[in-house]
């Protein structure tokens, strides 16, 4: 299970850490993927990025927990 984050006595949920970091993430996957000129070969890249960033939220979650 999830628990909070503690910052200066305040509670924020993971969450808030577990994005940024999956945005980041899929940032560099776009920019090497342009660079290898990959992206061309995507049918549709808006929902190819949505799952990727899916799937980094899910593997940074169960990191999180380990």
């Not at 342009?34 to 899916?54: C, E, G, M, T």
């Amino acid at each position: 299970m999830l628990h909070e984050v503690s910052f200066a006595g305040l509670l924020f949920s993971p969450l808030v850490v577990i994005m940024p970091l999956a945005f980041l993430l899929l940032w560099l996957t776009q920019k090497i993927m342009h660079r290898l000129n990959i992206r061309r070969h995507l049918w549709k890249p808006a929902w190819f990025d949505l799952a990727v960033l899916i799937c980094y939220v899910g593997a940074l979650v169960w990191i999180w927990e380990l």
